[in-house]
């Protein structure tokens, strides 16, 4: 009965492999988020999604695809991966102006 | 997006030391939501505040809102070894959340 699940939680691969995070929420929440935490534990939201309408797109290479297929699901897909992408990647869902409910996150590392 | 500062970055303490810690920005928040992130964990929600001069009390942890509303402070009592995690504060404006960079927190026996 988890409310924000993410998977995998772990993620080794190559650099210039393709690979993909899923989330799913069961609160019911239109609004659901990717945030990357780097090295030095910094939070920084990416993408943002409201009815599976794209709404925030942050400063993110174009390497990086979010795809909403329904209001419970935020998926990211990442394109030929770099060193620098390694990271804890955090999926989170809520209502406007309201509390984050977040994942456990998917800890990404590039070789 | 406002900048938010958080102080110290990192705190080391015993077990039964008080501690606090700070949010800071040169901009007025419309509120504020202070979390807490275990490790292995996403960030956990612990409080908002919203109105100038607001205290909230969770158990042993006191939150202050400043009253121009520009900084917060959050203040442990008693640290205890599971308040160990990393205390982020945040700010919420329309659908994004944006947080500061955190203060460490280490509780050692």
């Known amino acids: 009965d988890t409310a924000v ?3 995998p939680k772990y993620l080794v691969t190559q650099m210039g492999n393709d690979k993909s995070i899923k989330c799913e929420q069961n609160l019911g929440h239109d609004t659901m988020y990717w945030y990357k935490q780097d090295s030095k534990k910094f939070l920084k939201i990416m993408f943002s999604y409201n009815n599976k309408e794209l709404i925030i797109n942050e400063t993110v290479p174009n390497r990086f695809s979010p795809k909403s297929p329904d209001k419970a699901h935020l998926n990211l897909h990442i394109n030929s991966l770099e060193l620098g992408d390694s990271a804890v990647y955090f999926c989170a869902s809520g209502r406007v102006e309201q509390k984050l409910f977040f994942g456990s996150g998917t800890q990404l590392s590039v070789l | 997006t406002q900048l938010l500062e958080q102080s110290p970055q990192f705190l080391s303490i ?3 030391e008080n501690l606090t810690v700070y949010c800071n920005s040169s901009s007025v928040f419309s509120s504020l939501q202070w979390y807490r992130q ?3 964990e ?3 929600l612990l409080v908002t505040v ?3 001069g607001e205290v909230k009390k969770l158990k042993r942890l006191t939150f202050q809102f400043g009253d ?3 900084d917060s402070s959050l203040h442990i009592t008693a640290a205890q070894p599971g308040d160990t ?3 982020l504060c945040a700010q919420k404006s329309g659908y994004a959340l944006n947080f500061g960079k955190g203060t460490s927190l280490l509780v050692t026996p």
Request: hydrophobic share 20%; charged share 20%; aromatic share 4%.
């Open chain 1, 5 to 7: 699940s993410q998977t």
């Open chain 2, 14 to 16: 015993q077990e039964g």
């Open chain 2, 38 to 40: 275990e490790p292995g």
């Open chain 2, 50 to 52: 919203v109105t100038g």
């Open chain 2, 42 to 44: 996403g960030p956990v």
């Open chain 2, 85 to 87: 995690g990393l205390y």
């Open chain 2, 68 to 70: 121009a509303r520009k």
